[in-house]
């Protein structure tokens, strides 16, 4: 599975920025995927996440300004990020957690993309 991300770029205060991770790959049927962001200094950290069936996670710095969705068809992952904040600035990584069942065992893989620059000027 390859990710990669697209979209990041240099924003004013309260201004508005839509993250596209594109996947590559067979997902399979269970599966993960979201956002992180790691600032400089700082520890990547979630910012959002959806399930295959569609449930949604936020940090709660994001809670009401942030948007994760994606389109199955298109294998795409998508962050709607709004009312951006100086401290939304970071580098953005799409990741992706993937289960697989076998009748021997369970097994959990997990990807990253390589990440795209958030900006946000005060």
């Known amino acids: 599975v390859q990710l990669v991300e697209s979209g990041g770029g240099l924003v004013q205060a309260g201004g508005s920025l839509r993250l596209s991770c594109a996947a590559s790959g067979r997902l399979g049927n269970s599966n993960t995927m979201g956002w992180y962001s790691q600032a400089p200094g700082k520890q990547r950290e979630l910012v959002a996440a959806i399930t295959s069936g569609g449930s949604t996670n936020y940090a709660d710095s994001v809670k009401g300004r942030f948007t994760i969705s994606r389109d199955n068809a298109k294998n795409t992952l998508y962050l709607q990020m709004n009312s951006l904040k100086p401290e939304d600035t970071a580098v953005y990584f799409c990741?992706?957690?993937?289960?697989?069942?076998?009748?021997?065992?369970?097994?959990?893989?997990?990807?990253w993309g390589q990440g795209t620059q958030v900006t946000v000027s005060s």
């Open positions: 990741n992706a957690k993937i289960t697989v069942v076998t009748i021997e065992r369970i097994t959990e893989l997990e990807y």
